[in-house]
């Protein structure tokens, strides 16, 4: 029998140092993030662009490349790397992203740890797995074929912040 090419998803808990993560916590929540939304002017909460290749981010990119080794096959997007600040209680808002971007990490940075302040992710049109928040987590996953959204209108929860990273 012939395996179906699956996409995949990983995540990792206490994926950064502590003191690195209250660093980049601190940076997040002092920074002054933009309104965002997606490619159907659905607001999607706020974001800032910031540049990967800064001094400051070489532990990410290293623990990156160490914890989910796939990652190496793939180049990061440098124009698609961003702060993220959300918290969307008015309807899920699945999808896909463009094909220009094949993977996608996402960090789990600062908020309360809920399950509705998670991602879920999408089979057939229906929930099918959820990653609960809790900081300090990180999920690799193929965001041009798994259709995932913040779960956040689904029940209580509260604004998170997370860094969103795109490969091509």
């Not at 699956?6 to 950064?16: E, G, R």
């Not at 993220?84 to 309360?112: A, I, Q, W």
């Amino acid at each position: 029998m012939k395996e179906k090419n699956i996409p995949m998803i990983a995540f990792k808990d206490n994926f950064l140092s502590k003191k690195y993560l209250t660093i980049l916590q601190d940076l997040a929540t002092n920074l002054q993030m933009l309104p965002s939304f997606n490619g159907k002017g659905k607001d999607i909460g706020s974001r800032l662009a910031f540049n990967l290749n800064d001094e400051m981010f070489n532990e990410l990119r290293l623990k990156i490349k160490e914890d989910f080794p796939l990652s190496k096959k793939f180049n990061i997007d440098n124009e698609a790397t961003f702060f993220h600040l959300r918290h969307s209680l008015l309807e899920p808002l699945p999808h896909v992203d463009d094909g220009k971007h094949k993977y996608n990490f996402l960090f789990f940075l600062k908020g309360e740890e809920l399950l509705n302040n998670g991602t879920g992710f999408y089979h057939n049109q229906k929930l099918s797995a959820h990653v609960g928040f809790i900081e300090n987590r990180a999920i690799f996953f193929e965001g041009s074929k798994i259709w995932h959204t913040n779960l956040q209108h689904f029940d209580k929860s509260s604004p998170r912040y997370t860094l969103l990273i795109f490969f091509k």
